[in-house]
């Protein structure tokens, strides 16, 4: 079945540091493929999304780039801010599976100033 | 106005105890969604109900029930709660054929005693 993997974290960054968070998937056919964000006490919300590939997605400076050729996802902001401190869900969706969202694991930011 | 509104926010209560969490959408959404999201922040589907139809129905105890009684609305009801069903529980919504799109409520942090 479908599935993503995220790098474990917490992940924790000084303010304007760069950021990578890993993501890869395994899914029959082409997934869309998306970044969710939650922040302290509220619940998930969409940060991008990228339905093919060599897509970019980008929202509040973050982007992430759809690469079939690695199955990948990875998220990138050049320079954290401490509101930027969440738990950041890539997920995947696929035409087979109903375009239910599959989530990984969820990887913690913690930027400190 | 919230459009993916849940109550309560909070709910502590003993083992065996029965409780319901309710769930309001404002958004004319005609899919909702009920997750589990365990202490390690992974986030697993329990239900989804389209059109107040019930259509995924993970491997869930039937110790939960979920009710829709109007599209507006998914409650979640528990019966004979177990410590291991402490965890934080989100509503989330979508429109059409967009499952891939939710919106998601703040989460109810179930703590069993």
């Known amino acids: 079945g479908d599935s993503v993997t995220q790098m474990e974290g917490p992940v924790t960054l000084s303010e304007e540091a760069f950021l990578t968070i890993n993501c890869t998937y395994t899914?029959?056919?082409?997934?869309?493929l998306f970044w969710y964000v939650q922040y302290p006490g509220e619940g998930l919300q969409l940060l991008l999304k990228a339905t093919k590939a060599d897509d970019k997605g980008s929202n509040k400076g973050f982007e992430a780039t759809y690469r079939k050729e690695t199955t990948s996802f990875h998220l990138e902001k050049g320079s954290v801010q401490v509101s930027d401190s969440a738990v950041y869900f890539c997920?995947?969706?696929?035409?087979?599976?109903?375009?239910?969202?599959?989530f990984g694991g969820g990887t913690r930011l913690m930027v400190k100033p | 106005d919230t459009a993916v509104s849940q109550t309560p926010k909070y709910l502590v209560t003993q083992m065996g105890n029965d409780k319901s969490i309710k769930c309001e959408q404002n958004?004319?959404?005609?899919?909702m969604y009920w997750y589990k999201q365990d202490s390690k922040k992974f986030l697993k589907i329990m239900f989804s109900?389209?059109?107040?139809?019930?259509?995924i129905n993970e491997t869930v105890p039937n110790r939960f029930s979920p009710k829709s009684p109007d599209k507006a609305h998914l409650n979640l009801h528990i019966n004979s709660l177990e410590l291991g069903d402490s965890a934080v529980y989100f509503c989330?919504?979508?429109?059409?054929?967009?499952?891939?799109?939710?919106?998601f409520g703040a989460g109810t942090r179930l703590s069993v005693l």
């Open positions: 899914a029959t056919g082409y997934p869309s």
């Open positions: 109900y389209n059109n107040k139809e019930l259509i």
């Open positions: 958004l004319g959404h005609d899919t």
């Open positions: 989330a919504s979508s429109q059409g054929r967009q499952r891939n799109i939710q919106y």
């Open positions: 997920a995947l969706s696929s035409n087979n599976a109903g375009n239910m969202l599959t």
